[in-house]
């Protein structure tokens, strides 16, 4: 009976010891198998200042791009901090206290974007000498526009956010909508024997921008000929007079005015614009000097509301 006994017990015993290895395989086998999930759940990103390794879907997100961040609305993905000061008109709702102030585009607060520990910064060209400072608190993806490539650049910026954000296939749709939206300008601007000239507006001041430059997408891509295609290509942009305009005597005259996206009581720039030199042009006679929306030309620029927003102004000129 006692042999019995020692038998059964023996039994059990092994028994528990087979179960708990089984346990510890499983366990180790759930592991592994369960470990390129969590890799796919992080995304690289290189860019033009290194990489950034994000995590997908992100939750906590500061913004210093506005272009980034209309995409983003788009998209219908929160944000939580953001730039306040001089925030266009057409993301106005991003100025209330859902969301926190993290300083301006140009002087950010890092102290506030710090206490919101974020999983993701987006920057641009404005920030990008501080690039660094960003990346020291959280994975910082650069996302800006090269006038070089602009479409291509811009085509790039969207699938980085589709990818990140897991909105692939909303993106690739909303990218076909403005392919289709410039091929209509393009089709249009390129049949036209008019000349275009493009100027920024500053205080009285006039800098013209020409091919491959910051607003030079107007010729590059919708196909708009340029009045003077020797303009120094620049960020900040060739500094003319208003002698220069009515020398190039532009068809169509497209005017950026930098005070109306920057300043709440700027005078308008067309006060300064159209004056006896100006009123002399083509463009002015035929009524062709379209002034363009500053919120998006100037403020934003290169996000899928600000880009279709952008295109559909330059239609006008038909």
Known sequence: ????????????????????????????????????????????????????????????????????LDTLDELGINVTGLPQATLPAYLEKYAGDDYTNVGSLKEPDFE????????????SGRQADLYDQFAEIAPTVYIGVDT???????????????EIFGKEDQVKAELEEVEKQIAGVNEKAESMDKKALIVLANEGKVSAYGSKSRFGWIHDVLGFKAADENIEVSTHGQGISFEYILETNPDILFVIDRGAAVEEDAEPAKAAIENDLVKKTTAYKDGKILYLDADYWYLSGGGLQSIKAMIKSVEEAY
């Not at 506030?112 to 920057?123: G, M, R, T």
């Not at 070089?148 to 589709?162: A, L, V």
């Open 148 to 162: 070089n490539r602009y479409m291509e650049s811009f085509e790039e910026n969207m699938n980085i956010i589709g």
């Open 1 to 68: 009976m006692k042999k019995w006994t020692l038998f059964i017990m023996l039994f059990v015993m092994a028994a528990v010891f087979a179960a708990c290895g089984s346990k510890e395989t499983s366990q180790s086998g759930e592991k592994e198998k369960n470990e390129p999930e969590k890799q796919a759940e992080e995304v690289t990103i290189t860019h033009e200042y290194g990489d950034a390794t994000v995590k997908k879907n992100p939750e906590k997100i500061v913004v210093f791009d506005f272009g980034v």
């Open 112 to 123: 506030a974007i710090n206490e919101l520990k974020p999983d993701v910064i987006f920057i």
